[in-house]
């Protein structure tokens, strides 16, 4: 992109993207802007309609803000602390809602199907609801529409037939629009992405609602995008997938270049209002990016959370926000290592508070 200054390119270099394929990957992906972008985008009235609502979520007409976090079931900070121990963690902090990763096998159960059950069985007995992040395992970006479509079908109808009792909203994929996107494109424009690989993620995403609706008709799904990336949402529904609710992922490095030029977003939470204005809107992920060599990292990261959190609020259609997440794992890299609310002072079995533990352990946020 041409700028003007040199100093406005040393600026928008610093958020250039790294793309990956690997979902859950934390690292920063914000976008440069390519040249001659408006930051207007035209919104649609021909979304689709909005699903009724059920006793795991507050109707669409409430300001009731539903608070949530993040963890895994193969990590080691999670595989060490009992499930039931997690989810009453998550209690006393004034959370609703757990995310979890599930990787499947061919009949739809779960890899870690042990530990998935033992999860549901604490949050069951404790009214927390398990938000299952499924991995689009079988995705082929070589096959066509036709075969990707009955592989998603056949996973999501598989996993609800086995697990259907246990779920209201199921989360379809996470950050599947990045092997999709351009170099040095935003996201925000269908030409943004490649055609034939969106195509087959499109048709997989199809199949999985449909066979999870199948199986599980009370079933509410997710697709999610994140940055600037809701163009992608957009062709989703373009493409006909009807999926109920918006999952989207929002960084602390975001948040800050979002507001400045080219893009002039000052409240994603809006934007994604006007542009879905039918369907709520989850923040699946939200976090402060940790730095290596800052000593403020805790009241940074306290800070931010408190201020989105704040603006989730404020706006009625967005029904929750989960923090990213629980515990941090220590041995990866410095950003993914420390997106926790706790930390570790052994591994894995003395924690501490971090000081945005205690702010939720505080009730600040009810």
């Given at each position: 992109m041409a700028l003007k200054t040199y100093l406005k390119n040393q600026f928008l270099f610093g958020f250039s993207v790294?793309?990956?394929?690997?979902?859950?990957k934390k690292e920063v992906d914000v976008q440069p802007n390519e040249e001659g972008l408006s930051p207007k985008i035209a919104l649609?009235?021909?979304?689709?309609?909005?699903?009724?609502?059920?006793?795991?979520?507050?109707?669409?007409n409430s300001s009731i803000l539903k608070l949530g976090i993040n963890g895994h079931l193969g990590d080691a900070p999670y595989l060490k602390v009992p499930w039931a121990k997690q989810i009453a963690m998550i209690k006393e902090?004034?959370?609703?809602?757990?995310?979890?990763?599930?990787?499947?096998?061919?009949?739809?159960?779960?890899?870690?199907?042990?530990?998935l059950n033992a999860l549901q069985k604490a949050a069951d007995a404790a009214g927390v609801k398990i938000l299952p992040m499924l991995y689009l395992r079988?995705?082929?970006?070589?096959?066509?529409?036709?075969?990707?479509?009955?592989?998603?079908?056949?996973?999501?109808?598989?996993?609800?037939?086995?697990?259907?009792?246990?779920f209201v909203?199921?989360?379809l994929g996470n950050d599947e629009e990045l092997p999709l996107i351009y170099k040095n494109k935003t996201g925000m424009k269908p030409e943004h992405y490649d055609p034939v690989k969106f195509k087959a993620a499109a048709a997989y995403l199809k199949g999985m609602d449909e066979g999870i609706k199948a199986n599980d008709p009370d079933a509410k799904t997710l697709v999610g995008a994140g940055w600037l990336h809701f163009g992608f949402l957009q062709m989703c529904v373009d493409y006909g997938i009807k999926f109920d609710r918006i999952a989207y992922n929002w960084y602390s490095d975001m948040e800050n270049a979002a507001p400045k030029a080219p893009y002039f977003i000052t409240d994603i939470t809006q934007?994604?209002?006007?542009?879905?204005?039918?369907?709520?809107?989850?923040?699946?992920?939200?976090?402060?990016?940790?730095?290596?060599?800052?000593l403020t990292n805790e009241i940074d990261q306290d800070e931010f959370v408190n201020r989105f959190t704040a603006k989730c609020r404020a706006n009625p259609n967005v029904k929750?926000?989960?923090?990213?997440?629980?515990?941090?794992?220590?041995?990866?890299?410095?950003?993914?290592?420390?997106?926790?609310?706790?930390?570790?002072?052994?591994?894995?079995?003395?924690?501490?508070?971090?000081?945005?533990?205690k702010t939720f352990?505080?009730?600040?946020?009810?």
């Open positions: 790294i793309l990956f394929l690997s979902a859950c649609r009235s021909d979304l689709l309609m909005a699903s009724k609502s059920s006793v795991a979520e507050i109707t669409s902090r004034g959370m609703s809602y757990y995310r979890i990763n599930v990787q499947t096998k061919a009949d739809g159960s779960a890899s870690s199907s042990v530990h079988t995705l082929d970006y070589n096959k066509s529409e036709a075969e990707n479509y009955k592989m998603g079908k056949d996973l999501g109808g598989r996993f609800a037939a086995k697990y259907g009792k246990y909203f199921y989360n934007t994604l209002t006007s542009l879905f204005p039918d369907k709520p809107i989850w923040f699946t992920e939200y976090n402060y990016r940790y730095k290596a060599t800052s929750v926000a989960m923090v990213y997440e629980l515990f941090d794992e220590p041995y990866k890299s410095v950003q993914e290592s420390s997106y926790g609310i706790i930390k570790w002072k052994t591994h894995y079995d003395i924690w501490e508070d971090k000081l945005l533990s352990l505080s009730n600040l946020f009810k």
